[in-house]
C-alpha cells in the first residue's frame, strides 16, 4: 500500500508540472486584456491629475 501512496504522490506532481507548462504559452484572455486596459487608464488619471 505505501507503493501505492508513493505513486499517486509522483503521479499529482507530473500531472501539476504539465498543467503548468502547458499554461506557459498561452496569451491573455479577456479579462486579463481588461485589467490591463483598466490599469493604464488609471496610471493615466493618476499622471494627469499631478
Known sequence: MECL????VHLF???VLCM???G???SDGPAEQA???IDQAIEKTTE???
Open 5 to 8: 501512496h508513493g505513486f499517486r
Open 20 to 22: 503548468s507548462v502547458a
Open 35 to 37: 485589467g490591463k486596459a
Open 13 to 15: 506532481f507530473a500531472c
Open 48 to 50: 494627469v491629475m499631478r
Open 24 to 26: 506557459c504559452g498561452e
